[in-house]
């Protein structure tokens, strides 16, 4: 089992396909499509925010970056 919910659902979604269930298929396949979005438009949001501190001379966003463990900086290939 993984701790990823998003891949959860979606194994979920798999087993429920196995039973025809497809009300159960559909809304579990959307709440993984939702928390993708959202995770998404979270990121976007984190690389902002550290672009616009990274323009501080006061500021190490790279440090902010690692030290909350955030997806800031789209070189860095995550």
């Given amino acids: 089992?993984?701790?990823?919910?998003?891949?959860?659902?979606?194994?979920w979604s798999d087993n429920a396909k196995e039973q025809d269930a497809t009300e159960v298929v559909v809304g579990l396949c959307e709440?993984?499509?939702?928390?993708?979005?959202?995770?998404?438009?979270?990121?976007?949001?984190r690389r902002w925010i550290c672009e616009e501190?990274?323009?501080s001379t006061e500021f190490d966003a790279k440090w902010w970056a690692r030290t909350h463990a955030w997806d800031c900086f789209k070189e860095d290939g995550k």
């Fill in 1 to 11: 089992m993984t701790d990823d919910i998003v891949a959860l659902l979606r194994l």
């Fill in 53 to 55: 501190k990274a323009s």
């Fill in 31 to 45: 709440a993984a499509d939702e928390i993708e979005r959202l995770r998404a438009e979270r990121d976007e949001a």
